[in-house]
T-cell receptor, first 115, second 114 residues
Framework: DSGVTQTPKHLITATGQRVTLRCSPR?????VYWYQQSLDQGLQFLIQ???????AKGNILERFSAQQFPDLHSELNLSSLELGDSALYFC??????????????FGEGSRLTVL | AQSVTQLGSHVSVSEGALVLLRCNYS??????LFWYVQYPNQGLQLLLK??????LVKGINGFEAEFKKSETSFHLTKPSAHMSDAAEYFC????????????FGTGTKLQVIP
């Protein structure tokens, strides 16, 4: 158990809909990262937050947004969903904002299926 | 810019044989390098990491990797494969310093044949 909690574990929805994925980082970790894992794209970095502020942005679509709340949990919002958004979405956390000096602790992921 | 190339999306080895998973990186500054493992239906977990110092890094479950700057490589090895090693392995690179994102390779699925 990494200590990172993601909900829901599985989600099935229709095209055009909007979903919210939730992540609770390990106790004490200030940084949260979101990754998308799909068969054709591999593991793609979406966005990073540190103590409530956006720190780095990757290949995140404009239809997607995220935020980190004062209690440090984070939510990833996916809207106007398309079939291609079907993927496993991972949240990871680390102690400090810079991931270079430590490891990332991953949750078990939220599997999104868009029909 | 930084990138990671993992050679071979699938690798099969016999139980007891040497495991060698290849990773080459590209980075404009001294890199930090990581190997993560993902077991079925689980998230990624750190196997080992190289930041500075000794270039041969030992990780969990008997795995080790050697940082070779001249070859821009960070290959993962294990002398004797076990059935429980069957998983997907990801190499990752991060630039030293700053709030840089970690860039992952495309992963290598390891199959261990009894």
């Amino acid at each position: 158990d990494s200590g990172v909690t993601q909900t829901p574990k599985h989600l099935i929805t229709a095209t055009g809909q909007r979903v919210t994925l939730r992540c609770s980082p390990r106790s004490g970790d200030l940084s949260v990262y979101w990754y998308q894992q799909s068969l054709d794209q591999g593991l793609q970095f979406l966005i990073q937050y540190y103590n409530g502020e956006e720190r780095a942005k990757g290949n995140i679509l404009e239809r997607f947004s995220a935020q980190q709340f004062p209690d440090l949990h984070s939510e990833l919002n996916l809207s106007s969903l398309e079939l291609g958004d079907s993927a496993l979405y991972f949240c990871a956390s680390s102690v400090v904002g810079n991931p270079n000096t430590g490891e990332l602790f991953f949750g078990e992921g939220s599997r999104l299926t868009v029909l | 810019a930084q990138s990671v190339t993992q050679l071979g999306s699938h690798v099969s080895v016999s139980e007891g044989a040497l495991v060698l998973l290849r990773c080459n990186y590209s980075s404009s500054v001294p890199p930090y390098l990581f190997w993560y493992v993902q077991y079925p239906n689980q998230g990624l977990q750190l196997l080992l990491k190289y930041t500075t110092g000794a270039t041969l890094v030992k990780g969990i479950n008997g795995f080790e990797a050697e940082f070779k700057k001249s070859e821009t490589s960070f290959h993962l090895t294990k002398p004797s494969a076990h059935m429980s090693d069957a998983a997907e392995y990801f190499c990752a690179v991060s630039n030293s310093g700053g709030y840089q994102k970690v860039t992952f390779g495309t992963g290598t699925k390891l199959q261990v044949i009894p």
